[in-house]
């Protein structure tokens, strides 16, 4: 993308920002995972946003998933990464309204778990600490590790019928497409 995802700018705000800020008002306490030296900027000073910094650069998508459960306050979390800019917090509650007694409840997109895009109990460190001691290093292993709820596609239509709000940014085109969706939703 020619820069750190977190800090593109998404209309008069970076993504990260546009994350925190449609999740706030749902879930009240904020916890973002940062690199060492990553974004933060305006969140800092927020008193419901927790910034927590992994230790040392690219530790990987596991260990800050764990650093981040273990930052919750509350027994389960709605995790997702910076990258979704459509993002829209009546699934990320329809999402943990599913949780029920499972571990966790992942998305599947066209087959494919959206480990980033998904609710998780704080035990779930537990598994995420032991595969991390096996060598560890794909989080969509994670799904094999915990009681975890599946949903489909066609069940998460239902509540975003474009799918939109798992639209991630990993390339320019991709990033171009956000800003089209979002300009034609406010039409």
């Known amino acids: 993308m020619g820069s750190p995802k977190a800090e593109l700018k998404f209309g008069d705000q970076t993504l990260l920002e546009r994350t925190v800020r449609e999740l706030q008002p749902a879930f009240g306490d904020v916890v973002v995972v940062a690199a060492p030296a990553g974004p933060g900027g305006a969140l800092e000073d927020q008193p419901d946003i927790a910034i927590i910094r992994d230790e040392r650069e690219y530790e990987g998508p596991l260990q800050a998933l764990a650093r981040g459960l273990r930052a919750i306050r509350n027994d389960a979390a709605f995790v997702c990464s910076c990258d979704l800019p459509l ?60 009681s975890a709820r599946r949903v489909d596609e066609n069940e998460l239509r239902s509540i975003d019928p474009g799918l939109h709000s798992f639209l991630n940014v990993n390339t320019p085109e991709d990033f171009q497409r956000a800003l089209q969706l979002s300009a034609m939703s406010r039409t």
Do not use: N
Request: aromatic share 4%; charged share 30%; with cysteine.
């Open 87 to 146: 993002l829209k917090k009546e699934v990320a509650r329809a999402l943990c309204a599913m949780l029920d007694s499972y571990d966790a409840v992942i998305p599947e997109i066209a087959g494919l778990a959206q480990p980033l895009h998904s609710v998780y109990r704080k035990r779930c460190v537990v598994a995420i600490d032991s595969m991390v001691t096996r060598g560890e290093k794909r989080l969509t292993k994670v799904v094999e590790s915990l």
